[in-house]
């Protein structure tokens, strides 16, 4: 059983014609996953944009989203930020903030070539497997890397080491037919934002392969990936469907309605509270609801509300121990 604090949904006094069609809405049980949304590098990267703006003033450009969810991406335009594909597509006299998924080695030096101001917002987890990269290619090692292949991470990752060092393997499948130069110097590591029970299952089998790989120092799916997980693990036994409010290009995101399906509770990933699918919804007892790592708790207020309007609501928060994880800022944004 989930614990849970019990929190009445507050509404609106509704006009008098309205009673009769209040009183006839269905019970709701909503029952919110937690630890939920925005996570500390989520919340670094886009502050790292304000401050940006802040220091130098509209526009500021950022190298791809900055984070995977529309919504922050549309607020970020709207204070300044004007986002490319390609440093090519920024002006010689303006500032270029970097994506939180991490970026090759050669966009950094290309915009030191150019004179260009630009500030790192790559998630301080995503470069510790960075570091990691660079040190077991020093090694002599061969990496295989565990991750979805065209995610940005991937991408990063892939450019801190020489072409050919390291080989995707993004299924189990993938592990069991892989081909490495020598068995004996091989190592893996892995994509922060991946299902923890496929990339067991694909770190099993490459273990069994080849029993001398050498594993990261300490695991490499972060721990917001890991803990919003484990939240809908939590919920979904209660649950006869869920919803998981974040971005169709959000890999934590999907992770997330992947688990709740998983475990028999259908599941829809939406962005905003007007994707909601009522006829697909139906008229559940318990709605599940979490949110990514990208999704600002704003949308899962907007996502309560809109189903307050259909169901007489109750909303539950489950039990769960606060992240406290923060990370510093670039010095010189706070200098």
Not at 282 to 309: K, Y
């Amino acid at each position: 059983m989930v614990r849970v604090h019990r929190k009445p949904l507050l509404r609106l006094q509704a006009k008098p014609y309205m009673a009769v069609c209040i009183m006839n809405r269905p019970p709701l049980r909503v029952l919110i996953a937690a630890p939920r949304g925005f996570c500390a590098g989520v919340d670094r990267a886009i502050q790292i944009v304000e401050l940006a703006l802040e220091r130098f003033g509209a526009p500021v450009y950022v190298r791809h989203e900055i984070v995977h969810n529309r919504f922050v991406v549309d607020r970020l335009k709207q204070l300044g930020a004007v986002f490319v594909d390609e440093l090519d597509e920024v002006p010689d006299d303006r500032p270029v903030v970097f994506s939180a998924h991490g970026v090759p080695k050669s966009v950094p030096a290309g915009a030191r070539d150019r004179g260009l101001a630009y500030v790192d917002a790559t998630c301080p987890l995503v470069s510790k497997v960075h570091r990691q990269a660079e040190r077991l290619i020093e090694d002599g090692l061969q990496i295989l890397f565990i991750g979805h292949g065209g995610h940005p991470e991937v991408i990063g990752t892939f450019g801190q080491v020489p072409e050919g060092s390291i080989t995707l393997v993004e299924t189990v499948e993938d592990a069991r037919n892989v081909e490495v130069s020598d068995p004996a110097r091989l190592a893996f590591l892995t994509q922060t934002t991946l299902s923890v029970d496929d990339t067991a299952a694909i770190v099993e089998a490459l273990k069994t392969r080849f029993p001398a790989i050498r594993a990261p120092r300490s695991e490499d799916i972060c721990y917001a990936t890991s803990n919003r997980q484990a939240a809908v693990k939590a919920i979904a036994p209660e649950c006869d469907k869920l919803l998981v409010i974040g971005s169709p290009n959000s890999s934590n995101s999907l992770r997330l309605a992947e688990v709740a399906e998983r475990l028999n509770v259908p599941a829809r990933l939406i962005e905003r509270a007007s994707q909601i699918d009522w006829d697909w919804l139906g008229q559940p007892n318990t709605l599940g609801i979490t949110a990514g790592a990208s999704a600002p708790e704003l949308l899962v207020r907007e996502v309560i509300e809109a189903l307050a309007r259909h169901f007489e609501v109750t909303e539950e928060i489950a039990d769960h121990t606060p992240e406290r994880m923060v990370f510093k800022l670039p010095r010189e944004l706070v200098a």
